[in-house]
Structure formats: C-alpha cells, structure tokens
C-alpha cells in the first residue's frame, strides 16, 4: 500500500540558507501534519492542513510556511535556516473520515542538518 | 496551549518483565492515540481511545482512558525485544481538530 513520501530523506543546509520540504500524502487522505523532532525529543506540531487549506497552527516559528496544493502534496519552506531548526521533519496525513477520530500516517521524515 | 506529559521518561526492563506508561494531558482530550517509534524509524499507530474509561487490548498491550478524558496508560505485558521503542500518546482537544499533540514519550529498552 502507498505511504506517506517525505523528500529529500537528508537536506544539509547553512546558516541563513533555506529548505524546502515536501511530502506526498497517502491518495485520498484528506489532512497533513507537520511535526519536527528533535534529539531524543516528542514530535512537535507545527501546521496541519485540511483539504488543502491551512487548519491548525502549533509551535512553527514565523520564519517557517507552509502549503498544500491542489494535488493535496504539501511544502513546508523554512528561510533564514539557524543551527536549532537541525531536526527530523514529519510529514503525517489522515484519511478521509471524521477527523477527529482518525490516526495519523507518517512518512519516513526528511533530517535536515544545519551547519 | 495544551500540554501532554508522560512518565516514565526511560524505562529499562528485563525481557518478560511488565512495562507501562502514564499519558497526562492538561486539558481535557477529545480522543487519545498511542504510537511507537522504533530507533532510527517514524511514529506509528497503534491504537485511539474515546470513551471515557475505555479500555482496549491489543495481544500483550492494554490501553486505558481516563475517566476524566486527560490521562491514560499503556500496559505491556511480558515484555519482548521486540517491544524496544518509544511510546507516545497524543491527543487532540475537540473532535475534528487537526493539531495532534504528541506527549513527551516513553523510552523503552528491554534487556535480553
């Protein structure tokens, strides 16, 4: 069965330098997730889509957007790139159900290194 | 803003030992999941509770809710190798929201 496609799988990048990430939802999942971890930490939500408009906002930073297209694949562009934003990015999507009541796939998640 | 504990942090047990894990949620939850991310690997679904109370048992493991909808626990019974990972709970705070949030984990090692 298809999942979740998160590319790159690694992205190194310096300082002040930007990153695109995409991810490739699973066909006819109708939300995704952006979650960063870091170190040996819990997966933070960042932004989360819904039919390809913006749906809930957490801890992403101003220097951080994100979008999702009408081919439901989702970007999340990260500017000004500072040596903390090192971490693995997930992107999750959720089938098309109630969704509050639907788990979370993720993809493989894209480690970015920032130098 | 919504906040999502667990305990213990790192759990270190012998093989056929139990194992379990506390989810403490701020607020009061719409609905918990449970996740395992092995090392090196991303989260991945396990199980979602409801109901308030509500208990779910999948072979070894066992999932509650809480009464009160704001904490729940993931029992494991006769740990296995296999079971090596960190557990996550993650809740969201009214149905059809899309913010998910992941507790702080359990690291599980089991000793051979």
């Known amino acids: 069965a298809a999942g979740v496609i998160q590319s790159p799988r690694h992205l190194i990048k310096e300082k002040r330098e930007t990153a695109t990430l995409k991810c490739y939802p699973i066909?006819?999942?109708?939300?995704v997730y952006w979650y960063q971890q870091g170190p040996g930490q819990d997966p933070q939500f960042l932004i989360s889509?819904?039919?390809?408009?913006?749906?809930d906002k957490g801890s992403i930073p101003d220097r951080f957007s994100a979008q999702q297209f009408s081919d439901y694949h989702s970007e999340l562009n990260m500017s000004s790139l500072e040596l903390g934003d090192s971490a693995l990015y997930f992107c999750a999507s959720s089938p098309l159900r109630d969704r509050g009541l639907t788990e979370a796939f993720f993809g493989q998640g894209t480690r970015l290194t920032v130098v | 803003g919504q906040q999502v504990m667990q305990i213990p942090q790192y759990q270190h047990v012998q093989e056929g030992e139990d194992f379990t894990t506390y989810c403490n949620s701020s607020t009061t939850l719409s609905n918990i999941q449970w996740y395992k991310q092995r090392p090196g690997g991303h989260p991945v679904f396990l199980i979602q509770l409801v109901k308030s109370g509500e208990v779910k048992k999948q072979k070894r493991l066992t999932f509650q809710f809480g009464e009160a909808k704001k904490n729940s626990s993931l029992h494991i019974t006769a740990t296995q190798t296999t079971d090596v990972g960190t557990y996550f709970c993650?809740?969201?705070?009214?149905?059809?929201?899309?913010?998910?949030?992941f507790g702080t984990g359990t690291r599980l090692t089991v000793i051979p």
């Open positions: 889509f819904y039919e390809k408009m913006q749906s």
């Open positions: 066909p006819r999942h109708d939300t």
């Open positions: 993650a809740g969201r705070e009214w149905t059809g929201a899309n913010n998910l949030f």
